[in-house]
Every structure is written in C-alpha cells, then in structure tokens.
C-alpha cells in the first residue's frame, strides 16, 4: 500500500498533548477507508506535525483526518522507506 507523509502547520505552536488526541480520532476513523495511521513527529514550538500513514491514496489519508478532527495537512507526499 502506498505511504504518505502529511505535514501540518499550527500558527502559535501546538502541544504534544494536543497531537496526541488528535492521533487517537485518526486511529477511531481510519479502518473505515482502508488507512493506518503509522507515526506521527511534533515540533511544538514550530508548530509542525510530520504524520506518516499508509493509505490507498492522498485523499483518502485527508479524508481520515478531516472527519476524525477536521485538521487535514498542508502538504501531503506519497514517499518510500528506506535504511
């Protein structure tokens, strides 16, 4: 399945605690469209969060966020892994 790589911009800032809950919805909606939510990084002070996520496509991944907590990523980048 293809991953994707999200990225979000929180003007102010944003709080662990906050992205943490955030990433508890995506992971109470994501079965419905085929989704799994993988990681997610936070620079809080920036205001970035990084997700990473597998997903059948780009707007199925948005489509978990928007309607588990309506924050859908600025950018989203279908990547690969490698070590």
Same mark, same amino acid.
Not at 47 to 68: M, N, Q, W, Y
């Given at each position: 399945?293809? #991953?994707? #790589? +999200? &990225?979000? /911009?929180?003007? %102010? %800032?944003v709080s662990e605690d906050d992205v943490a809950g955030a990433h $508890?919805?995506? #992971?109470? /909606?994501?079965? =419905?469209? @085929?989704?799994?939510?993988? $990681?997610?990084?936070? +620079? =809080?002070?920036? @205001?970035?969060?990084?997700?990473?996520? =597998?997903?059948?496509?780009? +707007? +199925?991944?948005?489509? &978990?966020? $928007?309607?588990?907590h309506g924050l859908v990523g600025d950018e989203i980048y279908r990547?690969?892994?490698?070590?």
């Amino acid at each position: 399945m293809p #991953l994707f #790589l +999200d &990225v979000h /911009t929180i003007e %102010g %800032g944003v709080s662990e605690d906050d992205v943490a809950g955030a990433h $508890r919805k995506d #992971l109470e /909606t994501q079965d =419905e469209y @085929g989704v799994s939510y993988l $990681r997610y990084w936070v +620079d =809080e002070d920036a @205001g970035k969060i990084f997700c990473l996520v =597998e997903a059948p496509s780009a +707007d +199925d991944a948005s489509t &978990v966020h $928007r309607e588990a907590h309506g924050l859908v990523g600025d950018e989203i980048y279908r990547v690969s892994e490698h070590t």
